[in-house]
C-alpha cells in the first residue's frame, strides 16, 4: 500500500485536530434523534451510540454513565450544550 499524499496527511490530520469538535456535532443530531424516539429498540442503539460520542467528545465518564443509564433527555441536552460552549 502506498504511502498517503501531502494533501491525505493533511485530512487525516485535521480530522484528529477536530475529533472531538466533531463528535460534539454528531451528539447534537442524536440529541435530535433520541427526543423523536422516545423509547423502543432505537432507542436503546441511539443511547449506546450516545455514550460513545461523549467518550470522544471528552465528556466526564462517571457523567456520561449516569445519563446513558438513566436515559435522561434533559441532562443530555445540557451536557451537550456545556461541551459545545
Not at 490530520?13 to 427526543?35: C, P
Not at 422516545?38 to 450516545?50: H, I, R, S, T, Y
Not at 443509564?69 to 456545556?82: Q, T
Request: a neutral charge; one cysteine or more.
Amino acid at each position: 500500500m502506498p504511502d498517503h499524499s501531502a494533501f491525505q496527511k493533511g485530512v487525516i490530520k485535521r480530522y484528529y485536530e477536530h475529533r472531538d469538535t466533531i463528535a460534539v456535532h454528531k451528539l447534537g443530531e442524536l440529541l435530535t434523534e433520541l427526543w423523536l424516539a422516545k423509547k423502543g429498540p432505537k432507542a436503546a442503539a441511539l443511547w449506546e451510540n450516545a455514550y460513545k460520542l461523549l467518550q470522544q467528545a471528552g465528556a466526564p465518564i462517571n457523567q456520561a454513565c449516569v445519563i446513558v443509564e438513566d436515559r435522561d433527555l434533559d441532562a443530555f441536552a445540557k451536557l451537550v450544550g456545556e461541551l459545545s460552549a
